[in-house]
């Protein structure tokens, strides 16, 4: 029998060069395939809508700034702060759904992801809000295990 119970949204793990990192919100996790549109000499009517490539968007991490010890913070600075003076090096990143025992329901692996934006929250002197760093990371495409999750939406 199936389960019954659905992962929630807010119950979720980040795991980066064998390291768990803290997060309260990831965005970005989208695919899409791209279309070129071919106009058919005499017809009128309609353009041909042609797929071609797929396009990913970045990875957006987002979290209380961490003061110190982060591995991750310590990959963004040396992949930005260098510009290409330095190598820069993917690393493949993985944000788990977990279940309400902890066990990982869906994984999204991001293959070949690198840092490519570094921004903090605005500081204001009016709110007592803690100040949100924000990492967003470029990706060469991502998996989703289990593979079979969605098998039978389109069979």
Request: charged residues 20%; glycine residues 6%; aromatic residues 12%.
């Amino acid at each position: 029998m199936a389960s019954s119970t659905y992962p929630v949204s807010f119950y979720f793990e980040l795991s980066f060069n064998g390291e768990d990192a803290a997060f309260q919100e990831v965005s970005g996790i989208a695919k899409e395939l791209s279309i070129e549109e071919v106009v058919c000499g005499g017809e009128n009517r309609f353009k041909y809508r042609l797929p071609t490539v797929s396009t990913s968007q970045n990875l957006v991490l987002k979290r209380a700034i961490i003061p110190e010890g982060s591995k991750l913070n310590d990959w963004c600075s040396s992949c930005i702060d260098k510009g290409l003076v330095n190598k820069i090096v993917p690393h493949d990143i993985s944000v788990s759904l977990l279940d309400a025992e902890g066990t990982v329901s869906i994984m999204w692996t991001f293959h070949n992801a690198y840092p490519v934006k570094y921004s903090v929250s605005d500081l204001k002197s009016q709110e007592n809000g803690l100040a949100i760093e924000s990492i967003e990371l470029a990706y060469t495409y991502f998996e989703i295990t289990p593979d079979t999750l969605f098998g039978n939406l389109f069979d």
